[in-house]
């Protein structure tokens, strides 16, 4: 039987102390987490290690998130990768919007640790009391 691993989490956002924090939130609820804080990275950092979700905020230097999200279900490599949409943008249009490009879930900023940890439960298919490791 081979040895379970933590399920890891992109954490794509610029602004690095919302993601340090958000990181080390994430790593006590039992995620691995890596970070990217632009648009390119994010995409090139998915393809090169896909994660097992990425949770993604719209505005960041590089691209948008939108693009990033458009990119990642148009690649073989990462189609299949549950994205969970973060924005403190208002646009009452913006949740259809990515859902339809393929998000799974979205999330209006500030969201906190426990509602970003349920989503993550639901894409990756994880009871509320199963450990986050597989």
Same mark, same amino acid.
């Given at each position: ?5 933590? /399920? #890891?989490?992109?954490? *794509? ?8 924090? !958000?990181?080390? $939130? ?14 390119? /990275? #994010?995409?090139?950092? *998915? ?8 949770? !993604?905020?719209? $505005? ?15 690649? #073989?490599?990462?189609?299949?990768i549950p994205v969970i949409v973060l924005s403190g943008l208002t646009d ?17 900023k500030p969201a906190d640790v426990d509602q970003i940890d349920a989503a ?15």
């Amino acid at each position: 039987m081979k040895p379970k691993r933590k /399920f #890891t989490i992109l954490l *794509a956002d610029d602004d690095k102390v919302q993601t340090m924090m !958000l990181s080390s $939130q994430l790593r006590a609820k039992g995620y691995s987490v890596a970070a990217a804080y632009d648009a390119t /990275f #994010t995409f090139m950092v *998915a393809v090169k290690n896909p994660p097992d979700a990425v949770l !993604l905020d719209i $505005q960041m230097p590089g691209g948008t998130g939108r693009t990033v999200l458009e990119r990642l279900k148009a690649s #073989t490599k990462t189609e299949h990768i549950p994205v969970i949409v973060l924005s403190g943008l208002t646009d009452p249009k913006l949740a259809d919007d990515v859902l339809a490009l393929g998000a799974c879930e979205f999330l209006p900023k500030p969201a906190d640790v426990d509602q970003i940890d349920a989503a993550l439960r639901r894409a990756l298919g994880l009871s509320p009391e199963e450990p986050n490791t597989h």
